[in-house]
Every structure is written in C-alpha cells, then in structure tokens.
C-alpha cells in the first residue's frame, strides 16, 4: 500500500500532488501536519489523501470561516 496526497487549488483545479508517496497514513499525515502552510502559500486549499488509486479522505486546509 502506497498513501500519497492530491493537491487541489480553490478553482478545482487539481494537481497530482508532489512525488512524495509514504509507507503508512501515519508518515503522510504527519508529513501534511509540517507542510500544511507551504501548500496554502502555493494556492492549495484542499488536501486529497489517496491509498494507491482509492481516496480516503479531503480535507479543507484553509481556516474554519475562510
């Protein structure tokens, strides 16, 4: 199993994400967790997590409110 992240901007526009694929949710969780403000700042507002082609969950990285 492969976990890795998909990358969407507030258009919808989506971007496969970087090349960065992780062993466990834990590592990709973990890794989001640090990276989360660097994504905002490059025009990501939604995270996607995917485990090889499934998606397990989207989650809004911008503020409650935003």
């Known amino acids: 199993m492969a976990w890795s992240w998909r990358y969407e901007a507030e258009d919808g ?3 496969a994400g970087g090349s960065e694929s ?3 949710q834990s590592d990709a969780e973990s890794w989001l ?3 989360w ?3 905002v700042a490059k025009g990501v507002v939604t995270a996607v997590l995917i485990e090889d082609d499934r998606v397990e969950y989207r989650m ?3 503020p ?3």
Request: hydrophobic share 35%.
């Open 60 to 62: 809004s990285l911008l």
């Open 64 to 66: 409650a409110g935003s």
């Open 37 to 39: 403000r660097d994504l």
């Open 13 to 15: 526009r989506q971007d």
């Open 33 to 35: 967790g640090q990276s």
């Open 22 to 24: 992780f062993a466990s």
